[in-house]
């Protein structure tokens, strides 16, 4: 196991120090100047004299950060039947135009939900902690890990030009590494759970590549993509699809092998004569169920995320063929269905090879087992 994790560790180092983005990063276009910050809605106010349009409103804000905090200005707000209601005690976020003529520097552009965010945070780290105790302190390190490691590494390096498929395999690698175990502790099982994810990314990469390329898929499908290509014309669109996919499979990914490598273990412990073919049939009893709930799971999940599109077609009585033949659509529908995939070939491969370590560890005696007999007899 180590001759096949060391490699995999000094690929993921070299790759980190290949793709690491050097900060030279090339955005131009339009709202690249703008800054932004965050205030509170002191008093409502008219709006500047300059701004002769019908139906405008501006607000008193007290500025919390970013320009010209600390201190006092007057921001725009939108208007219109759609624009959403500011009251006084509102915390927004205000993007602030230094060239635009005093008075309209300041406008709205979203509420500061990160009070309640954070609330939510806590109540998540709590709820973890409370059921995982100690174990779930590994947990959310790994979370913070990954997080981190996408803000400071996987984003920028896209952004810069490199490829979103390698810089994407290299993140997965990078947080397998560090997760599985700060999750579930360094020992052989999450050696294996992190093997059989490997070998699973490994199909989604090639699924996911192969159709791509198929269906024409440009990646430039809404506001988002389209801005970034604007702005930032090196970053690969269509490679940047892919590099979700990866990384969104990553996590489920991860459930799967986990759950169907402690399955094969605690079968292992319960009947030490088995074989490794017995533990592999029973194991995957389980491992059919699970596949089962777990790709509805990410499929839901996908169809969820386009749900409000799909009502917009609904609305001009597309075909359904036509419908899902719309790139927005095909998308969330290639990455659900390559997806599962991917989780089909990780229940086999990993109840395979946790199969075949979980039998020779039980067949040897403690002191020909080593450190991960313990480790897992404990």
Do not use: K
């Not at 793709?19 to 008219?46: C, I, K, N, Y």
């Not at 790709?295 to 996908?302: F, I, S």
């Amino acid at each position: 196991m180590a001759l096949l994790v060391g490699p995999l560790a000094l690929a993921t180092v070299i790759g980190v120090a290949v793709l690491w983005p050097d900060g030279e990063l090339e955005v131009s276009g339009p709202g690249t100047d703008v800054q932004r910050g965050t205030a509170e809605v002191t008093a409502l106010a008219p709006c500047p004299q300059e701004v002769q349009v019908e139906g405008c409103r501006a607000a008193v804000i007290e500025l919390l950060s970013g320009p010209g905090a600390p201190g006092e200005a007057r921001a725009l707000l939108p208007y219109g039947e759609m624009a959403p209601e500011v009251v006084v005690g509102d915390r927004i976020i205000v993007s602030h135009a230094e060239q635009a003529p005093p008075g309209q520097q300041y406008a709205f552009q979203d509420f500061d939900r990160g009070p309640p965010l954070l609330v939510l945070a806590i109540l998540f780290a709590v709820g973890v902690l409370a059921l995982s105790r100690w174990r779930g302190i590994g947990a959310l390190a790994s979370l913070a890990y990954s997080l981190v490691l996408i803000a400071v590494f996987t984003l920028p390096a896209i952004m810069e030009g490199s490829s979103p498929l390698a810089v994407a395999v290299v993140t997965a690698a990078a947080i397998m590494l560090v997760s599985l175990y700060l999750s579930h502790g360094f020992d052989v099982r999450s050696t294996v759970a992190m093997l059989g994810t490997l070998l699973s990314l490994l199909v989604i990469g090639v699924l996911g590549w192969v159709f791509t390329r198929v269906g024409h898929f440009t990646g430039v499908v809404d506001e988002g993509s389209q801005y970034i290509s604007g702005v930032a014309a090196q970053v690969d669109l269509s490679g940047l699809l892919l590099a979700g996919l990866v990384i969104g499979a990553l996590g489920v990914l991860d459930d799967v092998t986990v759950t169907q490598t402690w399955a094969v273990w605690e079968l292992a412990d319960v009947d030490p004569d088995a074989s490794a073919r017995s533990l592999f049939t029973r194991a995957m009893r389980i491992g059919r169920s699970h596949a089962a709930s777990t790709v509805n799971t990410l499929v839901l999940a996908y169809v969820g995320a386009t749900l409000p599109l799909m009502l917009v077609f609904s609305a001009l009585s597309l075909p359904f063929g036509i419908a899902v033949s719309q790139e927005v659509v095909a998308q969330e529908v290639v990455r659900g269905l390559v997806g599962g995939l991917g989780i089909l070939a990780a229940v086999p491969v990993t109840t395979a090879i946790a199969a075949l370590v979980a039998a020779r560890l039980v067949r040897e005696p403690p002191d020909a087992a080593g450190p991960s007999h313990r480790a897992r007899t404990h």
